[in-house]
């Protein structure tokens, strides 16, 4: 029995119909018999169905297409591989291609080597012309000038200081300053049930979550932790305790960050790994696929600011290998990724390629007010 796969897109390259698997990364020329196939086969079906419904002369084509469809994943045969996997994606990721199609094509990405990448910057900056990167209040109907922010507050000035920095020291990051830098990203600071009936406890935590749903999990990479052995540890934002995950075959912090040389240093990577069902119960829209994108900001700032206002160094990226994410994490549900990283460490006086050599405003003033 054979039965189309639920998670595929429909595309148009120049002159040809792409069938694209977006959760098994496979993607095949779709000729008008393929088409057929794939609308025909909506449910379970035999495929001497499909042999029924057309002359004698074409099943040798029909034959050949159902292998290749097969083989590319846009069909699934019952009780393969493909197609638990196909059915795990209809039942749990409820955001279905809106936010599939996103989601798992860019899993997996290669990053360019970071010379290459430097390489293409000099050059686009050279062809290109530059994109503006504030927008002034010229042209609207008047301008309110606004009160000098307090720079001095405990708030502001502590934001004013963090800056991404990518010089770490070799000295081991303080077993407190890291235990700072959780708590600051995921702590718990309370429970709360947000109905009468309910048989949930929401936990309220330093950073705000849609509909309190909290669904980041952090790994510590600890490579230079004072009383931490190599390895990698689950922080329990409810115990406020580190689980060791494992401590053998482990990478280099360049190899886990796709390549990115100037973070070999770092002390600890902070990876931070989504569970999108915490937030796909409450909100079974694709909006709600945002909504947990935007929430590792959240959880990151808070990080970077702890770590900031003990004088560490640290920087967030984005870029990761994600093979390694995985490994290291252990995180490999469907509806499990890891989105997010900051690098902390101890600054060392030495700044990498990476860091900028000259900052236009001085932190303590960036505002020209008026
Ligand atoms: C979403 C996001 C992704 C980033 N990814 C990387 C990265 O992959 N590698 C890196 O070295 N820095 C990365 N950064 C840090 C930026 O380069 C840095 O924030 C930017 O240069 C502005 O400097 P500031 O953080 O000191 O304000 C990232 C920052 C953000 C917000």
């Not at 600071?189 to 936990?203: D, I, N, R, Y």
């Not at 995950?245 to 280099?252: A, C, K, N, Y």
């Amino acid at each position: 029995m054979i039965r189309r796969a639920r998670s595929i897109i429909l595309r148009y390259s120049t002159t040809a119909l792409i069938a694209e698997n977006f959760v098994a990364k496979t993607a095949i020329e779709l000729s008008e018999l393929g088409r057929w196939v794939l609308a025909s086969c909506d449910g379970w079906s035999h495929p001497y169905a499909l042999y029924s419904a057309v002359p004698a002369s074409v099943h040798p084509a029909l034959e050949r297409e159902i292998a290749s469809l097969t083989a590319a994943s846009l069909l699934v045969c019952q009780h393969s591989p493909a197609a638990a996997q196909d059915q795990e994606y209809e039942e749990r990721f409820a955001w279905g291609a809106i936010a599939g199609y996103y989601h798992f094509s860019i899993r997996g990405t290669e990053y360019m080597d970071p010379a290459q990448s430097a390489a293409r910057l000099v050059e686009k900056s050279a062809t290109t012309e530059a994109v503006p990167l504030h927008q002034d209040n010229q042209g609207y109907a008047a301008t309110i000038a606004l009160p000098r922010p307090e720079l001095e507050s405990d708030a502001l000035s502590l934001m004013c200081r963090r800056r991404s920095y990518r010089g770490f020291s070799d000295e081991a990051l303080r077993l407190d300053h890291l235990s700072e830098c959780l708590f600051a990203g995921l702590g718990i600071t309370g429970f709360v049930k947000p109905f009468a009936e309910s048989e949930e406890q929401l936990p309220f935590k330093l950073t705000p979550s849609g509909g309190g749903r909290n669904p980041y999990e952090a790994f510590v990479y600890a490579r230079r932790v004072d009383g931490l052995a190599p390895g990698v540890y689950h922080y329990s934002a409810r115990e406020h305790s580190l689980g060791l995950v494992g401590e053998q075959d482990l990478p280099s912090v360049a190899e886990v960050l796709a390549g990115q040389r100037w973070f070999e240093h770092t002390a600890a990577l902070v990876l931070l790994v989504a569970n999108f069902e915490r937030t796909m119960w409450k909100y079974p829209h694709p909006t709600g696929y945002r909504v947990v994108l935007l929430e590792a900001g959240h959880i990151a700032q808070n990080i970077l600011l702890a770590a900031t206002a003990r004088g560490l160094a640290c920087t967030p990226t984005c870029a990761i290998d994600d093979r390694q994410a995985v490994r290291l994490t252990k995180c490999a549900q469907l509806t499990q990724s890891h989105v997010y990283t900051i690098a902390l460490g101890n600054r060392s006086t030495i700044p990498t390629v990476m860091d900028p050599l000259h900052i236009a405003h001085n932190s303590s003033s960036p505002v020209a007010p008026g």
